[in-house]
């Protein structure tokens, strides 16, 4: 009974190839050649925005850290935590995303950005709570645009994931402003 299975297997695929490979032989129409043109633009578009989300969460978390263990102000530092928590999540989503579609991410902060971690550590005090207010309301601004393209892709599991960060990009920023508007008082007050 096992050889008959193989057989018949064997023969309802080789009925199944013949159609294909007529098919194939065919030139491909101009609408089908735009169709696969857009869905590899989608995919490149896609992978970009997967590599950038990754790099800007990795920085993201190490400057949050730095916050953790620079900053003067608690509030600060419940913002910096609460940075932490959601690009780990975020970050982890996003890494879950890309092994089911075979893209490789960035693993380490470039060199860009490692410089940028190394002059932020250079800071301290007020000096470094002002930076890395003004970098979080800047950074955040840039994702927020990189998010909102990436909201109108044609990968489903990019969109979903690109309109659920939107939604913590905008909260972040918000936090962000706010700390950064008491910041400006505290300081202004001690001159």
Do not use: W
């Amino acid at each position: 009974m096992n050889a008959f299975s193989t057989a018949a297997v064997l023969m309802v695929l080789a009925a199944a190839a013949v159609p294909v490979t007529a098919q194939t032989q065919e030139q491909p129409s101009p609408a089908s050649c735009i169709l696969k043109f857009e869905a590899m633009k989608d995919a490149a578009a896609s992978t970009t925005f997967a590599a950038t989300a990754a790099q800007d969460g990795m920085i993201e978390v190490a400057l949050a850290g730095l916050a953790l263990r620079k900053s003067r102000s608690n509030q600060l530092r419940q913002f910096a935590q609460r940075v932490v928590q959601d690009y780990a999540r975020s970050n982890g989503e996003l890494d879950s995303i890309a092994r089911c579609k075979g893209l490789i991410l960035p693993t380490e902060v470039d060199a860009k950005h490692t410089a940028l971690v190394v002059s932020f550590n250079a800071k301290s005090g007020s000096a470094f709570d002002e930076a890395y207010l003004k970098h979080m309301g800047r950074k955040h601004s840039e994702a927020t645009t990189l998010f909102e393209s990436a909201s109108r892709s044609g990968d489903p599991d990019v969109v979903a994931f690109a309109r659920k960060g939107l939604s913590t990009l905008r909260e972040h920023q918000v936090l962000a402003d706010n700390l950064r508007a008491g910041v400006g008082a505290e300081v202004v007050s001690t001159h």
